[in-house]
């Protein structure tokens, strides 16, 4: 995959992708007789780690303004970030598994984009590892205030960069896929 497609350095999906999405736009979906409990399970899904993210990211700013203890933010952050790593892990294995495979094949004009989706996941496993690092970093500093700060800020700074990204992901990933089972239905996907 050429680097203007990679996760990192990716702004939209490519035009050629969102063909789809033309026919059907993000602002029509709820509208759609096609929008299904499926298509809202799903994006519940990505609303969730957006969420995730939120209150991360909302605990480490009131900790590196001394506005929250350090007890309160290891556990909330103990909290927040296993449901996060865990729920994401489990709903990329579950869409390269069984959603993608049903759905490459719907429409040919689209098909790369499943390829992009894969590399995502790959990509996304390399950051959600340093972000469970730098998350182990800062719990582990909860008894040393001045430690706390710092890697507080280090936490903070890679939870800015995981956001980012993640949210380019899950766009992307929704511009894709909801116009395909629009077009295409959800019966087959179960």
Not at 146 to 175: I, M, P, S, Y
């Amino acid at each position: 995959m050429n680097d203007e497609l990679a996760l990192i350095s990716r702004e939209k999906l490519p035009d050629a992708l969102q063909v789809l999405l033309a026919e059907y736009p993000r602002e029509g979906w709820e509208k759609d007789p096609g929008f299904d409990g499926l298509i809202r399970f799903w994006l519940d899904r990505h609303l969730m780690f957006r969420r995730l993210m939120k209150e991360m990211s909302g605990a480490t700013d009131l900790l590196l303004d001394r506005k929250m203890a350090p007890d309160q933010f290891g556990a909330t952050l103990s909290r927040y970030g296993g449901m996060f790593v865990n729920g994401l892990h489990e709903h990329h294995t579950i869409e390269d598994t069984y959603y993608f495979p049903k759905l490459i094949h719907k429409d040919k004009r689209i098909s790369k984009g499943f390829d992009i989706l894969d590399a995502d996941h790959h990509a996304l496993d390399e950051f959600l590892a340093s972000f469970v690092t730098s998350a182990n970093g800062v719990l582990q500093a909860t008894g040393d205030r001045a430690k706390l700060q710092d890697q507080g800020g280090v936490f903070q700074t890679e939870l800015t960069r995981l956001e980012k990204l993640l949210n380019r992901h899950l766009v992307d990933e929704e511009e894709l896929i909801v116009p395909v089972i629009l077009r295409y239905g959800s019966r087959e996907l179960g």
